[in-house]
Every structure is written in C-alpha cells, then in structure tokens.
C-alpha cells in the first residue's frame, strides 16, 4: 500500500512548511516573528497560518522523530536518568511540567501533572519506564515523593540524589522557559502537554553537544539533522 503524502492538499511547499514549524518549535519566536522571518524570504503567509502548520505537522514530525530515537536509545541499557518537576502557570493555575533526561541531555519524557506528590511521581516514573526501560541509576533531588514512588517501584537502591547532581535536567528547563515566555503562558492543560511533547523532540534532533565536539564533527552532525529534517513526511 503506498502510504499518502500529509501535504497532498497544501497548495505550500512542504519545505515551506517545515521550515515554519522548525522556526516556531525550536527557537523563541512568536507566530509574528515566524510570519516576519518568512516573508523576508519572500515567502507571503500569515502567522494564523503558521500557527495551523504547527498544529498540524508539529505533532506528526516529533511522532516521527521519536519513533526512529527510541528504539535506538531502548538498545542502552547502562543509562543514567536526571528527573525534576518545575511549575508551570495555566490559566493562572499552577502545574507541573516533569521532565527526565539521560546522561547525555537526551530528553526523553516530559509529562504535565496538576499535583506534585507521590502520585504524580509514581506516574510520571511509569510511563518513564514503559517507554524507555530501566536505567541503572535515577538521580533526582531530595524532594520526598520521589523516594516514596522509587519504592513502591522497588528502585529505591537506583536513587542519587546530591547538590549538583541533578543540574543536567535543571538547566534543560531553561530552553522551554524561553520558549514559555515567548508564548505568554499557556491557556489550557492539553497545549502546555502537546507543545512540551513537540518541544523535547524536536530539540533532540537538533541537540548535537556543541561544547564537546570539534567543530568539523558539529558541522556534520548538524548537517544530518537538517537532512534528516527535511525528509519528515515524505511518502
């Protein structure tokens, strides 16, 4: 069965297409600033537009991506995962965005939850789990519910937890607040989920550790990430 093109009716370039979504997910541009930065490349289209591509194709090329990443980081098993929740204003409403990441600053979960208790962490580690496996260590802070949902896990022996253990996953937090602030908060539960999701993938792609490789190895790596890109959604 020949699988159909999901930019079949767009009268736009897929090219087009994907250059916006990747503008607007992976940088801290507003609608406007994506609907500016195009048309100064004599592309003509409105930020109502940009904002229908995104919500329309952001979902499908970070489905995409995961897929091709996480049967291969399912392959290693000595990992060490860094966990840490951060508030999130809804409406006005505080909840928390959890977030894990390895070793390497791969994020590899990003969950919102209304509450920040045992619960919370026991669902938010679950669904870790189900995805990715088990890792051989969980360094998370000394915040409590964390060692009540390990337990009940039976990982307790897998913790760490440190003054500066945990500053991986705390400084990935950083991108996402720019990108908060740049979107003037959330309005709804489902799109605070549905642009982490978005967010943490397509920043995994891009993600190339600059500061640890030679510039010739960053300018290949970055290279086949863009090629890569450009080939999300074909048929």
Known sequence: MIK???FKYFKTSPDVIRLAVMLYVRFPLSLRNVEDLLNERGIEVSHETVRYWWNRFGPMFAAEIRRRRVQQLRAFSKWKWHVDEVFVKVNGKRHYLWRAVDHEGEVLEAVVIKRRNK????????KLMKRHGTADKVVTDRFASYRAALRELGATEKQQT???LNNRVENSHLLFRRRERAMQRFRRM????K?????????????QERSLTSRDTFKLARTAALAEWRELGAA
Not at 119 to 126: S, V
């Open 162 to 164: 440190g003054r500066w």
């Open 4 to 6: 159909q093109s999901p």
């Open 190 to 193: 489902r799109s605070l989920q």
């Open 195 to 207: 642009f982490a999701s978005i967010h943490f993938s397509i920043y995994n792609h891009f993600n």
């Open 119 to 126: 619960q919370a962490a026991l669902k938010f580690l679950k």
